[in-house]
């Protein structure tokens, strides 16, 4: 090892990356670190990063631990945990000069194997397990978590932290809870014979994590759609969005059953395909439930001749689109923002939908029950946009809350009472000069308010019509419902800069994390950016301005062809040279990093320096 | 088709069903169908059959695909809800509507062209999973609205109106229904409306997914010689299993036949359907049997009609998915969100 590279010393600001092989019963290893970390209160985020497959092919789970709180990827890696001699070469690879590599050191491995300004930690992992356990389904399990109990020693995570979490996990089973607190003494032990003493990366207890709670995107959206009164759920399944519905499924089975009769307050169908789950959540949509369905981009193709009906019959219908890595089958675990203008122009003809931005799991549990009301007030498909990153991966963020006094806003339903009383029923007729009309539901009223819908044109009052000035009219309700949409949509969130500056930064989505670390890094460079965070499409107002109100601003994405630029410049009428597109889109989750050094490279060529308004 | 409105006033002497009302209470917009159309005796039929059955025309919900079939839904019961959906899909538009309230009857009208050609997927599945409904399909054996192109049930060696011969072979959507596991699976002939109505009191009657292939001559583009789904081949070459009374509870049930030659099913409501046999063998409960016959006949050039099978007690998919009582779509925020306080709980658990 060379003299002159020292050991990284970092305490609650370092990365730990996991490389294992898929479906080695890692997973539940990895987590059980990520959560120790949190409960001592050292707020961490993970990543999964895995192939599309099951079993037997690299997989990596990247755990940030942040004193500071910067929950976004930071890049590089302090501590290889190296499992997969698959992939060996290039891990090591990943480690900063002065970093650590913890690997099995059953088989002695030649000096040419290993880098010579990173530091080794060797535990002899197989050999303990085939001395303790029989079993190759145990050998293979408790090695994982003997590491566990490694690095409980090297990093100084408290081991009743640990044996809380396993005997969480576990619940009653004291014998797998035993079985577990042994493995992580034998790897806690191993540890201290063969290193000795801890290692440079240290976990110390804070009490920085507050109330927070740590869950997957996914999971928060489906339990979104619980609290949001989702009753028919429709689904075809495809990575990465599969979770939401089996997390929309096991809190169905917690919370939505009749408690007289046990039965179910909800229908779930597997459909055999997309067409087929969004043809059920139009049918069910137009029936008045409240339905959805869970995608990502290839199913959202599939789904756009229906989606074109939705919006000219208006039929209230939401889509969760877990966006990945595209065209095509793409890069089916690898995240992306691309289906932006497939989303908010979908299926043929002159359309417009409303899509809406989470930025993390909270917001993915919030817009998701949130589109519900959207989608009956509009009376039109809500998509909720999120992304990989957002969906599969554990995130820290604000407990759930709901606001008890909240009611669901049903939208414009005419009643069985209304109808009696004479009220005049046009279903497109634009009686409030909001754009959105009245509907009846099906079976309400022997004699009144029935009508049939169609994709093909029609009068205010539902009768077939291929008259042209008919059509048009009906063509401009619904630019005026679009209006009326983009103030009911979440308005954008603004973060000012600490001086008055000429530049403005957008972003969206899962950009939102690293956004904050980078606009910290670039203020301590002297370069002031406004911030502002887009929530929905339809553009609020708001945006417009803030774009006016600036030389130029930046925008970030995660797909190649700066598609909410495009969505930007052609719905507002932007000069397109006034936005910057910085473009993330390789698939990997994006870092501050990126960001503030394409930030910075730029404002630097522009030679726009300092970054303040002159007085005018 | 014709031109003339329809007249307001009603003969005084139009009798109401139990419910009160009249036959015109059934109907719907004028129909724009060629005269003459298949379609259009079938869409009589309906209004017959819901007449008859004193059903409330606002508690049904018609939905159909795209084609000439699936325009008529207009053409009936104007007092019910109805959805012209889009091509082929019309089976999971129904399915979401039949989960979203199950207090409802549905009946989806499809063609060849909508159910065998672009939708056979979703012909399929519905079939397999026990939806409610009553499944009309409205079979010429040809495009209609672009003139003339074969669908996917036209015979193998048929030939069109321009003379071009058919090569391939013909999709049998009784057959297909029964593989699937349609529960209910009926063939008839929209020229055969006393054979027609029956099992279409018999379908609604029925309680799960009742499939019923009609026949239906389309007089503009396939009614010629040469074809297999003109008016006089299906005459020509109808095979009727068996004629179908339908009683309910209050009807006396008059027995004037001679023993053996009629078999009575009790249907899950309580209803018996009355089968006159007129194929000695056959035994309409026999799903394997249904399917062995359809094909032998089908081998020997014949069109079998009528009742090909019924499971009396079927299960529906509501029953598979234990929803509760009453429409889904109108439970209220109390029944739906589960409030703070379990939230408190899941947000414990995720510490």
């Known amino acids: 090892m060379s003299t002159t590279i020292k050991p990284l010393q970092r305490t609650n600001d370092f990365v730990v990356k996991f490389a294992n092989v898929n479906g080695s019963g890692s997973a539940s290893a990895n987590g059980l670190f990520a959560r120790a970390i949190l409960r001592m209160g050292v707020p961490a985020s993970a990543r999964n990063i ?13 755990v940030r631990i942040s004193g500071q709180g910067w929950l976004g990827r930071r890049g590089g890696v302090d501590l290889m945990v190296a499992m997969n001699p698959q992939t060996w070469d290039r891990d090591l690879a990943e480690i ?14 030649p000096k040419s194997r290993f880098r010579d300004d990173i530091f080794i930690l060797g535990i002899p992992l197989t050999a303990i397990c085939n001395r303790e356990y029989t079993s190759p389904r145990e050998r293979q399990l408790f090695k994982n978590v003997m590491y566990l109990g490694a690095l409980a020693f090297l990093l100084g995570i408290e081991l009743a932290v640990i044996d809380q979490l396993i005997a969480d996990q576990f619940a009653s089973k004291q014998k797998l809870i035993d079985a577990n607190y042994k493995a992580v003494r034998l790897g806690y032990e191993a540890a201290r014979t063969q290193v000795g003493a801890p290692i440079g990366l240290h976990v110390e207890r804070s009490d920085a994590v507050g109330d927070r709670i740590f869950i997957d995107g996914n999971a928060a959206a489906g339990l979104g759609c619980v609290y949001g009164g989702a009753t028919v759920c429709a689904w075809y399944p495809i990575t990465p969005s599969t979770s939401l519905v089996e997390s929309f499924t096991d809190y169905c089975k917690q919370l939505r059953h009749d408690p007289e009769t046990g039965r179910a307050n909800y229908a779930i169908v597997q459909a055999e395909d997309e067409l087929a789950s969004i043809g059920m959540v139009v049918g069910a949509g137009w029936n008045g439930a409240r339905a959805f369905t869970a995608t990502s981009g290839p199913g959202i193709s599939l789904m756009q001749e229906f989606l074109g009906l939705a919006y000219f019959a208006e039929i209230p219908s939401v889509l969760f689109n877990i966006q990945r890595g595209g065209p095509s089958t793409g890069m089916p675990t690898k995240t992306q923002q691309s289906d932006v203008l497939s989303c908010a122009y979908a299926s043929h003809g002159d359309t417009k939908h409303v899509l809406l931005f989470p930025q993390d799991p909270k917001e993915s549990f919030d817009f998701g029950a949130l589109s519900f009301d959207l989608a009956e007030r509009l009376q039109t498909p809500v998509f909720v946009m999120m992304d990989l990153d957002i969906g599969m991966n554990e995130w820290l963020v604000d407990p759930f809350r709901w606001d008890e006094t909240r009611g669901y806003d049903r939208g414009k339903i005419m009643t069985a009472e209304m109808l009696e009383a004479g009220k ?102 002297n370069i002031h950016l406004d911030a502002m965070r887009i929530r929905a499409f339809p553009f609020n107002d708001e945006v417009y301005r803030f774009i006016a109100e600036h030389d130029f601003v930046f925008l970030v994405e995660q797909n190649r062809d700066a598609q909410l630029k495009t969505l930007l410049v052609n719905e507002g009428e932007i000069d397109p040279s006034r936005i910057v597109s910085l473009l993330h889109y390789d698939g990997s989750t994006i870092t501050a990093k990126f960001i503030s050094r394409e930030v910075a490279s730029r404002i630097t060529a522009s030679n726009v320096k300092p970054m303040k308004k002159v007085a005018s | 088709m014709t031109y003339l409105l329809k007249p307001k006033l009603h003969h005084p002497s139009l009798a109401p069903n139990a419910l009160g009302y009249t036959r015109r209470d059934y109907e719907g917009a ?18 017959q059959t819901c007449y008859e059955l004193d059903m409330e025309p606002h508690r049904v919900a018609k939905l159909s695909g795209i084609g000439c079939s699936s325009k008529s839904p207009d053409y009936f019961l104007g007092n019910s809800h109805g959805f012209n959906t889009v091509h082929g899909r019309m089976p999971s538009v129904l399915t979401g509507a039949n989960l979203a309230n199950r207090d409802l009857l549905y009946l989806g009208i499809s063609g060849d062209g909508d159910s065998a050609s672009i939708g056979l997927g979703q012909f399929a599945h519905a079939m397999r999973r026990g939806v409610q409904m009553v499944y009309v399909v409205e079979n010429n054996g040809v495009y209609g609205l672009t003139k003339g192109q074969f669908s996917a049930t036209a015979d193998k060696g048929s030939k069109s109106k321009g003379g071009v011969v058919n090569e391939d072979s013909a ?19 929209s020229g055969d409306k006393g054979q027609l109505v029956p099992l279409l009191k018999a379908a609604f009657t029925h309680g799960g997914t009742a499939f019923i292939d009609v026949l239906s001559p389309c007089v503009t583009f396939n009614n010629h010689a040469g074809s297999t789904k003109s008016y006089d081949f299906v005459r020509e070459h109808n095979d009727a299993l068996n004629r179908l009374d339908i009683f309910f509870g209050k009807d006396e049930i008059v027995a004037d036949y001679a023993p053996g030659s009629v078999t009575d099913v009790r249907q899950h409501d309580g209803s018996i359907l009355r089968l006159h046999k007129l194929h000695d063998s056959y035994t309409p409960t026999d799903r394997i049997h249904a399917m062995r016959y359809l094909e032998e006949r089908k081998a020997l050039g014949q069109i079998v009609t009528g009742l090909l099978y019924m499971d009396a007690t079927p299960n529906t998919l509501h029953d598979n998915l234990n929803t509760v009582e009453g429409a889904l779509g109108i439970l209220g925020d109390k029944a739906l969100c589960p409030g703070q306080g379990n939230l408190d709980k899941i947000n414990a658990s995720l510490r």
Request: charged residues 20%; contains cysteine; hydrophobic residues 35%.
């Open chain 2, 171 to 189: 999709i049998d959507l009784c057959a297909l229904a029964l593989q699937m596991g349609a529960t209910f699976v009926a063939r008839s002939f």
């Open chain 1, 50 to 62: 895995f192939p599309s497959n099951i079993q037997g092919l690299p997989t990596w789970y990247e």
């Open chain 1, 96 to 109: 900063e000069p002065g970093g650590y590599l913890f690997y099995d050191s059953t088989r002695e491995l």
């Open chain 2, 30 to 47: 004028i129909s724009t169908m060629c005269a003459g159309c298949g379609h259009d005796s079938i869409s009589a039929a309906l209004i």
């Open chain 1, 424 to 525: 005049d029923f046009g279903r497109y007729l634009d009686v409030d000069g909001d754009g959105i009309p009245f509907r009846t539901l099906p079976g309400t009223h022997p004699a009144r308010g029935a009508y049939f819908t169609r994709g093909t044109s029609r009068d205010p009052y539902a009768k077939y019509s291929e008259l042209g000035s008919v059509y048009q009219a009906n063509m401009e309700r619904l630019l005026k419902k679009f209006r009326t949409a983009a103030s009911l949509v979440p308005a954008p969130v603004v973060h000012r800069a600490q001086q008055e500056t000429n530049a403005g930064i957008l972003y969206y989505g899962s950009t939102s994390e690293p956004m904050r670390e980078a606009l910290s890094q670039l203020e301590a460079q």
